[in-house]
């Protein structure tokens, strides 16, 4: 089972941000927050990810909450290029990846 | 670009026959996973590599699977007698601390 909640679906009008959400309550101390995002017929793109600080990167930043549960990846301009299906995943080394359903975005012109 | 390369892209065989896929890790990744995703789901685990030595299977990896990386570099995946149930993408990745990259997938159509 996944171990984390994504809302299904979530829009935004292009150039503005979007905020997707991710719940992660049974996270553990050594436990990674990962963010891929897939576009059909192509294998997952990481975003970003984060142990317990916030990060900022060229894609996208995550901030993660101070208890650690959960997570939100801020697309800070959105394009039509970003609609995808974006993964929450909990991970660290070695350890296989548990992917859930993910969150559609879908970017309005 | 230096990432995950997989081969062949798409694949489309008639049941019964065997197939083998191939996936090139980004050079000194020692971890190598294999995924598959059917359509509308996200991917699942089938199996992973640390250098040469396979350390963890799926039970989604039947007995008709099987994976090597012979000398910790590439790797391939191996079905035997494939089934309608086989169609799916196989995506493989590879890592050399937490995150994983991914390459494009091979898409298995099987008749």
């Known amino acids: 089972d996944a171990k984390t909640t994504q809302p299904n679906s979530m829009e935004s009008n292009e150039e503005e941000p979007v905020h997707l959400p991710c719940n992660h309550s049974?996270?553990?101390?050594?436990?990674?927050i990962h963010w891929y995002r897939q576009l059909p017929s192509q294998g997952p793109e990481y975003v970003i990810h984060?142990?317990?600080s916030n990060v900022n990167n060229r894609m996208a930043s995550l901030a993660i909450a101070e208890d650690r549960k959960s997570s939100t990846l801020i697309l800070h301009r959105a394009t039509l290029r970003d609609a995808a299906v974006y993964y929450c995943?909990?991970?660290?080394?070695?350890?296989?990846?548990?992917f859930g359903p993910g969150t559609r975005l879908s970017v309005l012109p | 670009d230096t990432g995950v390369s997989q081969n062949p892209r798409h694949k489309i065989t008639k049941r019964g026959q065997n197939v083998t896929f191939r996936c090139d890790p980004i050079?000194?990744?020692?971890?190598l996973y294999w995924y598959r995703q059917t359509l509308g789901q996200g991917p699942e685990f089938l199996t992973y590599?640390?250098?040469?030595?396979?350390?963890?299977k799926s039970r989604l990896l039947s007995d008709r699977f099987s994976a090597e990386r012979p000398k910790g570099s590439f790797s391939t995946l191996e079905i035997q007698r494939t089934e309608q149930g086989d169609s799916a993408m196989y995506l493989c990745?590879?890592?050399?601390?937490?995150?994983?990259?991914f390459g494009p997938g091979t898409r298995l159509l099987v008749l």
């Open positions: 984060g142990l317990t």
């Open positions: 990745a590879s890592s050399s601390r937490e995150t994983q990259y």
């Open positions: 049974t996270i553990s101390g050594t436990d990674y």
């Open positions: 995943i909990l991970g660290r080394y070695g350890q296989n990846f548990v």
């Open positions: 590599f640390q250098n040469e030595a396979q350390l963890e």
């Open positions: 050079s000194e990744h020692n971890r």
